[in-house]
T-cell receptor, first 111, second 111 residues
């Protein structure tokens, strides 16, 4: 049963620190998404890739967030420097053309 | 960010009852997805719809792609306690892999 994996599952850090979240998409899926979920905003799309190329990162604060896919088996989301308002659950999802399968998420707390 | 309107926001039902929820948008969508999210987990894909008027079932769940392409419906028949969770719809417009997520319907089942 293929699944999207994310690490770490939980991260507590202090304001100003760098945070890196990792995602392994399902093998063969060539579209990868990063979402952020909060109670107030719900699920927000941050960025997505198609065949490892970034297609849209308009949902990300550009000054502190960056998303990359160094290879087909790894996607990363980096926040530098982190701020308390970044506290949220970050989900990675992958899919073939028009569906998405979510990972379990990384719960980030920035103190 | 932009969100779809889901209705109802929450509902309590008795075990064994049927459940209906819907999602509406001001935009025309080409694809609708329905997800269920349990606490502490990522959303799990339930049903994908690709064509206006399409009716698709997954066990006790049935979803329909509205004929106007601006809405979608999810029905759960004979609810059981494990149906508890938050149900999200997501829609995508033509020519994009981006999905907009609904605000969610929180379902609580009384045994």
């Amino acid at each position: 049963d293929a699944r999207v994996t994310q690490t770490p599952r939980h991260k507590v850090t202090e304001m100003g620190q760098e945070v890196t979240m990792r995602c392994q998409p399902i093998l063969g899926h060539n579209t990868v998404f990063w979402y952020r979920q909060t109670m107030m905003q719900g699920l927000e799309l941050l960025a997505y890739f198609r065949n490892r190329a970034p297609l849209d990162d308009s949902g990300m604060p550009k000054d502190r967030f960056s998303a990359e896919m160094p290879d087909a088996t790894l996607a990363t989301l980096k926040i530098q420097p982190s701020e308390p308002r970044d506290s949220a659950v970050y989900f990675c999802a992958s899919g073939p053309l028009y569906t998405q399968y979510f990972g379990p998420g990384t719960r980030l707390t920035v103190l | 960010g932009q969100q779809l309107n889901q209705s109802p926001q929450s509902m309590f039902i008795q075990e064994g009852e049927d459940v209906s929820m819907n999602c509406t948008s001001s935009s025309i969508f080409n694809t609708w997805l329905w997800y269920k999210q349990d606490p502490g987990e990522g959303p799990v894909l339930l049903i994908a719809l690709y064509k206006a008027g399409e009716l698709t079932s997954n066990g006790r769940l049935t979803a329909q792609f509205g004929i106007t392409r601006k809405d979608s419906f999810l029905n759960i028949s004979a609810s059981i306690p494990s149906d508890v969770g938050i149900y999200f719809c997501a829609g995508s417009t033509s020519g994009t892999y981006k999905y907009i997520f609904g605000t969610g319907t929180r379902l609580k089942v009384l045994a």
